[in-house]
């Protein structure tokens, strides 16, 4: 089965007109590692699309839309991650009087 039986012929259409990148692209213009581009598409932070004729395919021929990575980078600049902290506890006042 190729894309063409999954998607209608109008997403054909507007998704063979977008630009579209490969996860090796996408990581070399962003600095990262493949595997973590491929992480964010796991994870669903980033879209990505399953080209490759047969749908339960080994090897999944992943492509990403260039809007789908700007939204990407708009969301991650909004709200970046935070990560907490735990902080020591001071010693009590009394402690120090002594």
């Known amino acids: 089965m190729s894309l063409i039986e999954y998607m209608s012929k109008a997403q054909v259409a507007c998704f063979s007109l977008q630009v579209s ?4 692209d996408v990581a070399e213009n962003l600095g990262v590692d ?7 598409v796991k994870k669903g932070e980033l879209k990505a699309v399953n080209v490759s004729r047969n749908k339960d395919s080994r090897k999944a021929r ?12 708009t969301l991650r600049a909004i709200a970046p991650e935070v990560k907490i902290s735990r902080r020591r506890r001071l010693p009590s006042l009394e402690s120090w009087s002594a």
């Open 34 to 40: 493949s595997r973590t581009v491929r992480e964010w």
């Open 21 to 24: 990148h490969s996860i090796e």
């Open 62 to 73: 992943l492509r990403i839309l260039e809007k789908d990575v700007t939204d990407f980078l």
